[in-house]
């Protein structure tokens, strides 16, 4: 049974930081590229931060780069976000995405999500 389990949020008051964690587990972890994505009320879903399988290379989104940093542990089955310099802006539901592409088929599985507040 495929599970994604997202940890870690809270509330954090502006400049704080957070790390949200994300434990995998029913699939092959390694081959598979590992995704943050948010949603603020009102707001559509948006990633935020992503590393690849292949080689662990990263990218993300414009309004966290520099901030954020995405990272994996394949021998763990664990993937992380640690936020720094929070923001409001930053307010959200986070989710942990698990992603494969195999064509023709691909395969897409979410976490349930995690509540980041900042707010003084």
């Known amino acids: 049974q495929v599970q994604l389990v997202d940890s870690g949020g809270g509330l954090v008051q502006p400049g704080g930081s957070l790390r949200l964690s994300c434990a995998a587990s029913?699939?092959?972890?390694?081959?598979?590229?590992m995704r943050w994505f948010r949603q603020a009320p009102g707001k559509e879903r948006e990633l935020v931060a992503s590393i690849s399988s292949a080689d662990g290379s990263t990218s993300y989104s414009d309004s966290v780069k520099g901030r954020f940093t995405i990272s994996r542990d394949n021998a763990k089955n664990m993937v992380y976000l640690q936020m720094n310099s929070l923001k409001p802006d930053d307010t959200a539901v986070y989710y942990c995405?698990?992603?494969?592409?195999?064509?023709?088929?691909?395969?897409?599985?979410w976490g349930q999500g995690t509540q980041v507040t900042v707010s003084s």
């Open positions: 995405n698990a992603f494969m592409r195999l064509f023709p088929d691909q395969y897409n599985y």
């Open positions: 029913g699939f092959t972890f390694s081959r598979y590229a």
